[in-house]
Every structure is written in C-alpha cells, then in structure tokens.
C-alpha cells in the first residue's frame, strides 16, 4: 500500500527522542498548515509517551508493546481473553483502531508514527547488551546482531498478527516495521528478504 509522506514533518518521525519530537511538533505545527492529521499526530504521540500519572520521568507505550509482543507470542500459557485485551490495547496505541485509520492522511499519520516505533526499537538492537551470549558475558557480533533482529522483525510482522487472526486488521502494522527494517541498511534488507524467501521454501 502507498502511503503519502508530507516532507515537513520528515525530522519530526526520524527523531526518536520523545522530548526532541515534541518540540519538532510544535514547531512545525507552528510554521506549516495543518494537513489534517496534526491533532492525530499528537494523540498517538500522547499515547505513547503521555504519563497521566506523571510517575514515570519518560515512558514509550509503543516500544513496549513491541517488547512485550516478542514474549507473548512465545508463550504457552496466555488466556485467549487476556491476550485479545492487550493485541487491542496495542491497537489503540498504535493509532490502528482510529476511526479514521483507514483514510489518508489520517492512515500515513498512523504509518509514520509506527515506523519511528521500529527505528526506536532498531536502536535496540544494536545496544552492545543485546543478544549477549554465554550468561551475558559476551557481546554478539554484528552479524548475530542482524541475524536475531531478522527474526524478531518477522515475529512481529508476520507471526503476530497471524498468530491472533488479525492480519487484515494489522497490515499496516507489518507494512510499517518491514519497511523500516529494509531501509536500515542494504544489510538488513538483504538479510529479511532472503530470510523471507527461506520462510516462503520451507527451510
């Protein structure tokens, strides 16, 4: 699916600092008409960072959700209505289940806003503790790095939503993490496809 991309709003979903994104939003909401997804825009940033409760200093309810759908998918023991709530949950934070969701600009807002969740978590995986191996002793070479992360991008893309009959609901989500991961570089996008097409064969 295509998805439009208003260019002054480009620095506002590359930076993933949330502090620095609210200032680039004022800003830009300051000099630039409203395209129509500016009040959008702010409700999915308030729904991942906003802390009603101001008792936590900065918070990411997207990446966390991002988090926590790694662990759930390989968990045996998750009750079917337990699960549903938090795969809606997601979807409320994610900005998918918006009434508008499905009509642009309101559906590229809802695409963008997703993307900078993955760069946010891509960054992740390139922490020198992540993947670390023998009792955490040991840092992951790049190559494993990239080769966990392939995987990781595929759960959520692909065997998330699968895995909770929501792949129709979820495409933009997929859409969304894949093409960040294969824009991360011409290693990454090298590496998913032919993990993909490994996936496709059967291997």
């Known amino acids: 699916m295509e998805y439009l991309k208003n260019e002054v709003w480009s620095p506002f979903y590359e930076e993933t600092d949330p502090k620095k994104r609210m200032g680039l939003y004022e800003r830009i909401r300051s000099e630039n008409d409203d395209d129509g997804a500016d009040a959008l825009r702010k409700k999915l940033f308030d729904n991942r960072h906003q802390d009603k409760k101001k008792t936590i200093e900065e918070i990411d309810r997207g990446l966390w959700q991002v988090l926590s759908m790694q662990v759930n998918i390989k968990s045996t023991f998750r009750f079917p209505g337990s699960a549903k709530k938090e795969m ?16 642009e600009p309101f559906r590229s807002a809802v ?70 991961f294969l824009s991360w570089s011409e290693e990454a996008r090298e590496a998913y496809e032919g993990f993909l097409d490994k996936q496709e064969k059967g291997d």
């Open 88 to 103: 809606n949950e997601a979807m409320r934070i994610f900005g998918i289940s918006e009434e508008n969701a499905d009509r």
């Open 111 to 180: 695409y963008w806003e997703i993307r900078n969740v993955t760069k946010r978590y891509l960054l992740t995986c390139t922490d020198p503790g992540y993947g670390r191996k023998l009792f955490g002793l040991m840092e992951s070479s790049g190559e494993e790095k990239l080769e966990r992360t392939v995987k990781e991008i595929y759960v959520l893309a692909r065997q998330v939503p699968k895995r909770y009959g929501m792949r129709d609901e979820m495409r933009i989500f997929t859409e969304a993490l894949e093409d960040e």
